[in-house]
């Protein structure tokens, strides 16, 4: 499975920005894809995540009622839609994808990873 992510770029606070993962390979309903995102000095933590069928859809805390996890229709592209961003929404952002969904919040349990797509948010 490879993942390719982008839509990054330079937002204002309370801005938007819609991150795509083109995904392709073969991949499964078994699997998941997730978002992660690396602010500079911290470790690389989940922000969403979801099935591969659309089911199971996961957000951590700070990203609830802000950002939302789909996949196009007829696409395999998973996007992250975000709303109302803040500051502290700063980082790479990555998508990746693990075959099974055990433990899925762990960056570790993921084996396929895009490259990453920075996204800045300003004061």
């Known amino acids: 499975v490879q993942l390719q992510a982008s839509g990054g770029g330079l937002v204002q606070a309370g801005g938007s920005l819609r991150l795509s993962c083109a995904v392709s390979g073969r991949i499964g309903s078994n699997y998941v894809v997730g978002w992660f995102r690396q602010a500079p000095g911290k470790e690389r933590e989940l922000v969403a995540r979801?099935?591969?069928?659309?089911?199971?859809?996961y957000y951590v805390e700070p990203v609830q009622g802000r950002f939302t996890i789909s996949r196009g229709n007829a696409e395999n592209t998973v996007y992250l839609q975000m709303d109302n961003l803040m500051p502290q929404d700063t980082g790479i952002y990555y998508c990746a994808a693990a075959r099974t969904d055990i433990l899925t919040a762990i960056a570790s349990r993921y084996e396929s990873w895009g490259q990453g797509t920075q996204v800045t948010v300003s004061s």
């Open positions: 979801m099935s591969w069928n659309g089911g199971r859809i």
